[in-house]
């Protein structure tokens, strides 16, 4: 069983930067591809980055691309969401989440976090 908590959430202006970040549980962290996914009121949940137990493969949904950065540190059991240049359509509930075995892009992970609200201002 692997416990996912998500810290770091907040409001931001229009073109400013936040980070957010999951902790999880357990002592086989790198044994588990991670991924951030988001949903937005009134939206189907969307996929926003992914990477591999080891660090070595990502994958970023388009609408995020070359604005975010996902990275993790096997050593502290975190996975990290860097998001840069942010707008207002980037507003959503972020959550993260958590497989063992090869990373994917879809939502077939079997451990979700509680989620973080990222709120991004006009």
């Known amino acids: 069983q692997v416990q996912l908590v998500e810290s770091g959430g907040g409001l931001v202006q229009a073109g400013g930067s936040l980070r957010i970040s999951c902790a999880a549980s357990?002592?086989?962290?790198?044994?588990?591809?991670m991924g951030w996914f988001r949903q937005a009121p009134g939206k189907e949940r969307e996929f926003v980055a992914a990477?591999?137990?080891?660090?070595?493969?990502?994958y970023y949904g388009d609408s995020v691309k070359g604005r975010f950065t996902i990275s993790r540190d096997n050593a502290k059991n975190t996975v990290y969401l860097q998001m840069n240049s942010l707008k207002p359509e980037d507003t959503a509930v972020y959550y993260c989440?958590?497989?063992?075995?090869?990373?994917?892009?879809?939502?077939?992970?079997?451990?979700w976090g509680q989620g973080a609200q990222v709120t991004v201002s006009s």
């Open positions: 989440a958590a497989r063992r075995g090869t990373v994917t892009t879809s939502d077939l992970y079997s451990y």
């Open positions: 357990g002592r086989t962290f790198s044994s588990h591809a």
């Open positions: 990477i591999s137990g080891s660090g070595s493969i990502t």
